[in-house]
């Protein structure tokens, strides 16, 4: 009888040990609806019996959440962002992972071509165009009032037809689509999206539009309890040639999504 019950109590602590072993990553919608995210995720865990737990969130909150010590990894897309936060001490290290780019969408009856992305959000502007923000200080977010900002228009917060919904990038692209109107959306989300028979890009390809993701490891003086060296395995691995070949070729309708550029 004590044999068996120490053989439980073993198998206890065995479960236990396992069910403790595990990091949290606040990452983008676009990693997350894309399904990147998980997908590469299982890998990792299936190499080294480590649980990784992914919360979505826009690249704002993402940072925020990391700043009060709630997740052990960040990967957004907000490069200033990323700097200040580990100017500010938050992170011990960031890596450049991967790009992909932007696009601006606007529905289908504009057949006009895009000479440059400042000038198109001043046609928005001065013509009125409806245009549905995400609001919720996302990567996405912060490039759209760049964009703004480059074209020498201030953020058009209370115009009428500027509709700020604090959503995340699947609910702002179909709104827009509902609505016919134009908005930022990054590629890879676009191409994952299936609601947007009334939309198309309009601008695309310009250097303004390049969007770039990094990976943090969060510092552990916020919170000794995350688990630092579990997370260190996972940054090394995501940014090893085997994440590489994943990250690559990872494609949704048959189209890549991301392109690793570590180095």
């Not at 977010?141 to 209370?158: A, C, M, T």
């Not at 590629?187 to 609601?195: E, G, L, Q």
């Not at 028979?197 to 919170?223: R, T």
Request: overall charge positive; aromatic content about 10%.
């Amino acid at each position: 009888m004590i044999r068996i019950f120490l053989i439980f109590i073993l198998i206890f602590l065995i479960k236990n040990a396992f069910a403790n072993k595990y990091i949290t990553i606040a990452s983008t919608t676009s990693t997350h609806d894309t399904g990147l995210l998980e997908y590469i995720n299982k890998k990792f865990e299936n190499k080294y019996q480590t649980k990784v737990r992914a919360l979505s969130l826009g690249t704002g909150q993402a940072i925020k959440v990391a700043m009060d010590g709630n997740v052990e990894i960040l990967l957004v897309h907000h490069k200033k962002s990323e700097l200040e936060f580990m100017n500010n001490g938050y992170g011990i290290l960031r890596h450049d992972l991967m790009y992909n780019d932007f696009v601006l969408i606007g529905p289908k009856k504009d057949k006009k071509t895009c000479s440059s992305i400042e000038n198109k959000m001043i046609e928005i502007k001065k013509s009125k165009l409806l245009f549905v923000s995400r609001g919720d200080e996302s990567g996405t977010h912060k490039k759209e009032k760049e964009l703004w900002e480059l074209s020498n228009i201030r953020v058009p917060f209370e115009e009428n037809w500027y509709l700020s919904v604090g959503q995340g990038m699947g609910s702002t692209l179909l709104i827009a689509n509902q609505k016919n109107a134009y908005t930022l959306s990054d590629r890879s989300t676009w191409i994952a999206f299936n609601k947007k028979e009334n939309l198309q890009i309009v601008c695309e390809n310009l250097p303004p539009l390049f969007n770039q993701y990094g990976i943090i490891l969060v510092s552990n003086k916020i919170n000794n309890n995350l688990n630092i060296e579990e997370a260190k395995k996972y940054i090394d691995w995501i940014t090893s040639d085997e994440a590489k070949k994943l990250i690559n070729n990872y494609r949704v309708n048959g189209k890549q999504l991301f392109f690793f550029n570590h180095n």
